[in-house]
């Protein structure tokens, strides 16, 4: 019996395909997500727009919040480490955790390296914003990917420039010829044996959601049109006017993105969604996708 | 030919397309009702099975589902698909769909760190297959007249009763489309006795 394989970690992700994955700061939030039909939760101290406006350094979440929301639902629970910080990963990892995000949301612990998320038996999921950063977190054994977006701005520029990218990147390493691909691997800064295995499946070895900004059904059905595998929603459900209405919502739009009609139906008084920040109002600092190397 | 459906409301759908197609049948991603007339037979994938119970409510697939294993159609669920197709659930007063004679017990292996694969013999499909389980499920009991294909350290992980087939584990996960196989074989038979 082995445990902590790759197919067992990454195959954890593909079981939340079509799905959404939702942030939570409670018990009772977690139940809401769950009755909504959320795949997973991510269990926080703060939403990602609450940590923007708080300022300062943003930690772990306090296990206790995490430990609350596992107790409260039977879906996968998931938790945020800082990059590269080894000891809350490891803390996470023993309170049993599903899942570990190792996300720029909070402040980096380690401004030059990222976890060595292979060593782990809990799988994680990481941020990119192109192939190379998609290549390099899989590399270190990253089993679930992710857009970066904007965290907490409620704005999909950004996650929908990340997943265009990453997909336009990797259609040019299927079509490319075999010498080639060392010298795309210099280029991209990607480990050789990711590109190579990319080719080889014709596709991302490991599951790619969005995240970064979804704020409405519209935007969750739209990532899942660029080719999302299934969407994070952090501030958006939460931070709306009706949560259970805004939920259910969300999950049904990414369930049949193509159904326009519906995604029409169910946007109807959904109340106002959050206020969103425009991406150029944000200083250099303030960025949050900006962090990880 | 027969076609295969995959209930494509959430999970891992394109691997079970991959497999029966590799497996000699047309695979068809099912999310309405009405594609569910044209199937000989229908997988219930593995995803979240709170999930997908709600998907299925609200898209009214439960009454449709019913008739069609009323019909006598195969059909097989894998892990959370499991959860969907058994008669009893340990600590829940009403199954999901409900068809297959068995009781499972949901998450019962831990949660994901306690995740593994292992190899076991699958009676009829194969005499070692490597199993993956994720949060996996695991039949706890089995009706009179349901046979109990594979165990996994004294705990039921597959069973077949007349036309529905199930198990804990993730046969698309894998290379190895031998369950597969016996399931669109079921298929095969099923649809001759109806022709």
Known sequence: ?293 | MVKVGVLGLQGAVREHIRSIEASGAEGIVVKKVEQLSELDGLILPGGESTTMRRLIDRYGFMEPLREFGGQGKPMFGTCAGLIMLAKDIVGYDEPHIGLMDITVERNSFGRQKESFEADLAVKGAADCYTAVFIRAPHIVSVGENTEVLAEYEGRIVAARDRHYLGCSFHPELTDDHRLTEYFVHMAEQAKLAHV
């Open chain 1, 1 to 293: 019996m082995n445990t902590g394989t790759d197919r067992v970690k990454r195959g954890m992700a593909e079981m939340q395909k079509g799905g959404v994955i939702m942030d939570v700061i409670n018990a009772e939030q977690a139940k809401i997500a769950e009755e909504a039909g959320a795949v997973a939760v991510m269990a926080l101290e703060r939403v990602p727009s609450d940590i923007r406006a708080a300022g300062g350094v943003a930690r772990m979440a306090d296990p206790r919040i995490v430990e609350e929301v596992m107790k409260a639902v039977s879906i996968p629970v998931m938790a945020k480490a800082r990059i590269g910080h080894i000891v809350e990963a490891r803390v996470l990892e023993a309170m049993g955790v599903d899942y570990i995000d190792e996300s720029e949301v909070l402040t980096p612990a380690d401004e030059e390296f990222h976890l060595l998320k292979s060593e782990f038996t809990v799988p994680f999921v990481c941020g990119c914003r192109d192939l190379g950063e998609a290549a390099r977190r899989i590399g270190e054994g990253a089993s679930m990917l992710r857009t970066k977006g904007e965290p907490g701005t409620g704005n999909i520029v950004e996650a929908v420039r990340h997943i265009r990218k990453v997909n336009a990147q990797v259609r040019k390493i299927v079509h490319m010829n075999d010498d080639e691909l060392m010298t795309e691997a210099k280029l991209l800064g990607a480990p050789f044996e990711v590109l190579k295995e990319i080719k080889r499946e014709g596709r991302l070895p490991v599951v790619n959601f969005a995240a970064g900004g979804v704020a409405t059904p519209a935007d969750a059905a739209l990532m899942m049109e660029l080719g999302a595998d299934g969407v994070f929603v952090g501030s958006g459900i939460f931070k709306s006017d009706n949560p259970e209405k805004f939920a259910k919502a969300i999950v049904e739009a990414t369930t049949h993105y193509q159904d326009y009609e519906l995604i029409g139906e169910l946007s109807k008084e959904l109340g106002t969604a959050m206020k969103g920040i425009e991406i150029s109002s944000l200083a250099p600092e303030q960025r949050m996708q900006d962090r990880g190397w």
